[in-house]
C-alpha cells in the first residue's frame, strides 16, 4: 500500500472513495459538511432518516453523491466529538480500512487526520492511521496456499486534510508511522510461523539477512562458545532439545561508536514445553509465541534502521527452545550463571530468566547507556494486567518514566510494578544463591527480581509482554507490540541527542 498527505476539497478528489468522519450524534465533521454543503444536505438528509448516528466504529457507504468526483463516500462514525481519544480514532481508522477492503476501490483519500483527537497531534494522527492500515492487510497466511490478502483491491491511501498540514512534519509522522508498520509486521510474521520453522537457527539466519539488508553487523555465537563464556544458565535450558541454542547479536551504530548504545534483550524460546515441569497440553501451541520478545528485538531494528535514526542501538537475543529431553534439566538441577552466581533450578518451566539472566551479563560488554529486556515472561503477567497492558519494572525510576512516557505516546500501554527488596526473599534457596522461582505471589514481580540480580552494573528496565505479545482465540495472532513503544523510546531518545 502507498500512502502520500495531501491537502484539498472533498468533494473534488477524482478518487474510488472519499472517507470522511461523523461525530455521535449525526454531527458532521468539516470535510463530511464540505461534501454535505455541495451535494445540498444530501448527506445530513440520509443521517436524519436515521441511517447512522456516528456511533464509534460504525460506516455507511454511499454510491453516487450529487455534486462530487469520486465514487463513493464512506462515512465513520467517531463517536462523540467529547471522547474522541486514542482507542476511538484507532477504532474508527480501523472500522474505515475494513470497510474499504470490502468494496472494490483501488484507492482511497481519508479525511480523518485533522479531526480533534483529545491530546494527540496531526502528527500522531498520521502515523497512527498508517499503522492501522497496515494492520488491516495483514494476515498471518504465509504458510496458507491461498493467500487472504490477494482479494484485497486498495493500492493507493491519501491522507486528506481540508487545511494545510506542514509537508516536513507530515512526511516524518508517514516514514515513522511506515517503519513501525514495517517493524511490527516483522514482528507478528516470526511469532506467528510454527515452532518447526521458527527455530534458533531461523531466528540466527534471519538476524543474518537484516544485516545485510541494512547494513548491519550480526554476529551468531554458537553452543561451544557460550560454554567457553560459562553460560551454564542459558545452556541448562537448551540441554534437553535437539535444536542447538544460538545467542545472536545484531548491532546498529546510527551515531558515533564511542556513544553508548541502548542495548535490547530480546527472549527468544521458540517453543516452551515447560521441560520436565511439562505444561498441560490445552493450548500449549501457544508457546510458539515465546519468542515474541526477541522478535520485537528485531522488529524494532528493523524499523529504526529503516528509518535511519541517529542513535546506537544493540539487540541480544538469547535463543533456544525448552524440551524435556533424556538430558534435559531436572527440578533441584543447580546451575553456574556466567555472572557467577549460582542457581537453583525448582522448575524448569521457569526457563525464560535463565536464558536472560546470561544475556544481561553478556551486555556488559557493551557499556550500555540503558538496558531494557523484552520477554513472555510470566502467566502471572496476564493476571495481573490482562491482555491490555505490559509489566514494566525497572531499577532507574527516570527510565521507568521515560518508558510510561513513551508507551503513551506510542498507544502501546505499560504499567510500572514495584521491584522492592521485600520480594527478593521468595527467591532464597538452601542450596545455591538464588532459586529460580519465587512461589505464586507476585509471580511477575519475583521473575522481574530475579532479573535484577544480574543488573547491578547498569541502568536497566524489563517488559513483560505474556499478555500483550499476541491474542487468543478466533483472532488468534501475534500483535506486534512492544514494537510502538520501543520504537517510541528510541526515537524520543535520538531526537534528544541531536546534533
Ligand atoms: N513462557 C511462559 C510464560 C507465559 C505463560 C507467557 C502463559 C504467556 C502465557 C514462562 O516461561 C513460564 O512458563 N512461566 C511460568 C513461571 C512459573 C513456573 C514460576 C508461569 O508463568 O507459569
Ligand atoms: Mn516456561
Ligand atoms: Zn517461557
Not at 521491584?419 to 519465587?438: P, R
Request: charged share 20%.
Amino acid at each position: 500500500m502507498e500512502f502520500s498527505i495531501k491537502n484539498g476539497n472533498p468533494g473534488k478528489q477524482r478518487s474510488a472513495c472519499v472517507v470522511v468522519g461523523v461525530f455521535e450524534t449525526r454531527v458532521l465533521t468539516e470535510a463530511a459538511k464540505t461534501l454535505d454543503k455541495n451535494a445540498n444536505g444530501y448527506i445530513s438528509d440520509i443521517l436524519n432518516n436515521g441511517d447512522m448516528e456516528g456511533k464509534a466504529g460504525s460506516t455507511l457507504l454511499l454510491h453516487k453523491v450529487p455534486n462530487t468526483v469520486c465514487k463513493r463516500v464512506l462515512l465513520v462514525g467517531l463517536g462523540k466529538k467529547s471522547k474522541l481519544h486514542d482507542k476511538e480514532y484507532r477504532n474508527a481508522v480501523q472500522a474505515a480500512f475494513n470497510a474499504l477492503h470490502e468494496t472494490g476501490a483501488l484507492d482511497a483519500v481519508l479525511f480523518l487526520i485533522e479531526d480533534p483527537v483529545i491530546k494527540r497531534e496531526i502528527s500522531w494522527k498520521i502515523s497512527h492511521t498508517v499503522i492501522m492500515a497496515m494492520k488491516s492487510v495483514y494476515h498471518p497466511d504465509q504458510l496458507k496456499s491461498k493467500h487472504e490478502g490477494s482479494k484485497q483491491h486498495l493500492r493507493k491511501v491519501t491522507l486528506s486534510t481540508t487545511s494545510r498540514v506542514d509537508s516536513d512534519i507530515g512526511e516524518k509522522a508517514l516514514q515513522w508511522g511506515l517503519a513501525t508498520a514495517h517493524g511490527m509486521s516483522l514482528t507478528k510474521d516470526l511469532g506467528n510461523l510454527p515452532p518447526n520453522v521458527c527455530t534458533p537457527s531461523y531466528l540466527a539466519e534471519l538476524a543474518m539477512k537484516m544485516a545485510k539488508t541494512y547494513k548491519l553487523k550480526a554476529t551468531v555465537l554458537e553452543q561451544k562458545d557460550m560454554e567457553r563464556l560459562g553460560m551454564g544458565s542459558l545452556l541448562s535450558v537448551a540441554q534437553g532439545s535437539s535444536q542447538p541454542a544460538k545467542l545472536i547479536t545484531l548491532e546498529y551504530w546510527g551515531r558515533k561508536k564511542k556513544e553508548k548504545p541502548v542495548v535490547l534483550v530480546g527472549k527468544g524460546v521458540t517453543f516452551d514445553t515447560g521441560g520436565i515441569s511439562l505444561k498441560p497440553a490445552a493450548e500449549m501451541d501457544e508457546m510458539k509465541y515465546d519468542m515474541c520478545g526477541a522478535a520485537s528485538v528485531l522488529g524494532t531494528i528493523a524499523a529504526i534502521a529503516q528509518m535511519r535514526l541517529p542513535i546506537n542501538v544493540v539487540g541480544i537475543i538469547p535463543a533456544t527452545e525448552n524440551m524435556p529431553g533424556g538430558n534435559a534439566t531436572k527440578p533441584g538441577d543447580i546451575v553456574t550463571s556466567m555472572s557467577g552466581q549460582t542457581i537453583e533450578i525448582l522448575n524448569t518451566d521457569a526457563e525464560g530468566r535463565l536464558i536472560l539472566c546470561d544475556a544481561l551479563t553478556y551486555a556488559e560488554r557493551y557499556e550500555p547507556e540503558v538496558v531494557i529486556d523484552i520477554a513472555t515472561l510470566t502467566g502471572a503477567c496476564v493476571i495481573a494486567l490482562g491482555h491490555v497492558a505490559s509489566g514494566l519494572l525497572s531499577n532507574n525510576e527516570e527510565l521507568a518514566m521515560e518508558l510510561l512516557n513513551a508507551s503513551e505516546q506510542a498507544a502501546d500501554r505499560a504499567w510500572h510494578l514495584p521491584l522492592w527488596d521485600d520480594y527478593q526473599e521468595q527467591l532464597k534457596s538452601n542450596f545455591a544463591d538464588m532459586a529460580n522461582i519465587g512461589g505464586r505471589a507476585a509471580g511477575t514481580i519475583t521473575a522481574a527480581c530475579f532479573l535484577s540480580r544480574f543488573t547491578k552494573k547498569y541502568r536497566w528496565a524489563h517488559i513483560d509482554i505474556a499478555g500483550t505479545a499476541w491474542e487468543s482465540g478466533k483472532k488468534k495472532g501475534a500483535t506486534g507490540r512492544p514494537v510502538p513503544l520501543l520504537t517510541q523510546f528510541l526515537t524520543t531518545r535520538a531526537a534528544r541527542k541531536i546534533p
